[in-house]
């Protein structure tokens, strides 16, 4: 288990209308380089504590499907979900959303719960080896693009 990998963007926009793109799973492709959007499955609609997401993701050539269980869905301040795999929580994947006089700040964080086999299975998988390392240039990434799309939006 790693330390958690979190990285922070001033965004110039309502903490609302943050909150509703990051919790817009299926559109998170748009945003974020490895993600590739995706579909609520189990009767879900949309953000809830205990909804269910499958995501399609990319890295180069490599291509594969996540599951995760949204575990946190307090708007607009903090939303978090679990990648599952194997029945266990690989990873946490959590937004943070503070305001401030100009819009608010997005803390991104990373936490990783796999244990060394995991990773091991996660890095061929995906073809990445140090995940943390990796997770935290998407994530600088992925907020980058929130602040641009979100005064649009």
């Known amino acids: 288990m790693t330390n958690p990998v979190s990285v922070t963007r001033e965004i110039a926009a309502s ?25 609520w499955t189990g009767g879900a609609a949309g953000p809830a504590v205990g909804a269910r997401f499958k995501g399609k993701n990319r890295n180069g050539r490599r291509s ?35 305001p ?28 990445v080896p140090d995940r943390a390392t990796h997770n935290r240039g998407n994530m600088e990434v992925t907020l980058e693009n929130l602040a641009r799309a979100a005064p649009q939006e």
């Open 64 to 98: 594969w499907s996540s599951s995760v269980k949204v575990t946190v869905c307090d708007s607009p301040r903090t939303f978090s979900f679990a990648l599952m795999g194997l029945g266990k929580n690989w990873c946490d994947w959590v937004y943070d959303i503070e």
């Open 100 to 127: 401030t006089a100009t819009g608010c700040v997005v803390t991104h964080s990373w936490i990783d719960h796999r244990g060394k086999f995991a990773g091991v299975i996660g890095g061929v998988i995906s073809g």
């Open 15 to 39: 903490p609302e209308r943050v909150w509703a793109m990051v919790t817009d799973l299926p559109r998170m492709g748009e945003w974020s380089p490895e993600n590739q959007g995706g579909v």
